[in-house]
């Protein structure tokens, strides 16, 4: 299993939840906040499997501490190759449903473009809205959850989510 890195940015808190319950479930000591604890794309290189997490914003969007980050894994082209990934974070299914956790789309994108091997989909199945980038072929690229509008379902979700992770992270 090596090391594992859990990188979350969560202004509300709702993504924080979901952090904190991988941190007990795997034994991880230090949950990495991308506004304060974040220094330098070395410490998700240390990892050899990474938990990665962010609240939707706007129009899709990442929380902005992951903007610069992001960027620079892209721009520099920062090899990935043998670090598993999964992605986790919050949206809301009816304000925001045309972007509902589209920033674990993004997020997905730019680590699966650096070669990083993705694991953790979640099925879409229960799931309510119009549109999202972390949609793929019916499944989408990580856990997502609505604290807002489906708060009655995130505990079942993360603890599921968990369950499945740890069946998983063996064989990627």
Same mark, same amino acid.
């Given at each position: 299993m090596g090391k594992i890195?859990? /990188?979350?940015? %969560?202004?509300?808190?709702?993504?924080?939840?979901?952090?904190?319950?991988?941190?007990?479930? /795997?034994?991880?000591?230090?949950?990495? *906040?991308?506004?304060? $604890?974040?220094d330098e794309i070395d410490q998700l290189l240390e990892c050899d499997t990474l938990f990665v997490g962010s609240s939707t914003w706007g129009q899709g969007d990442v929380h902005h501490s992951w903007v610069d980050p992001l960027f620079e894994i892209s721009s520099d082209e920062i090899d990935f190759s043998g670090k598993k990934v999964a992605f986790f974070g919050a949206g809301d299914t009816k304000k925001h449903g045309e972007h509902f956790c589209s920033?674990? *789309?993004?997020?997905?994108?730019? /680590?699966?473009d650096a070669g990083a091997t993705p694991f953790g989909t979640v099925s879409? $199945? *229960?799931?309510?809205?119009? /549109? %999202?980038?972390?949609?793929?072929?019916?499944?989408?690229?990580?856990?997502?959850? $609505?604290?807002h509008n489906e708060s009655s379902k995130t505990v079942e979700r993360i603890d599921n989510w968990i369950e499945k992770l740890k069946t998983q992270i063996q064989g990627v």
């Open positions: 890195g859990i /990188f979350c940015a %969560s202004a509300g808190g709702n993504s924080l939840k979901i952090a904190k319950a991988l941190s007990e479930a /795997f034994g991880v000591e230090e949950i990495i *906040g991308m506004e304060d $604890d974040f920033a674990l *789309g993004k997020l997905h994108k730019v /680590f699966t879409k $199945d *229960g799931y309510e809205y119009e /549109f %999202s980038l972390a949609e793929h072929d019916g499944e989408l690229c990580g856990l997502a959850i $609505d604290e």
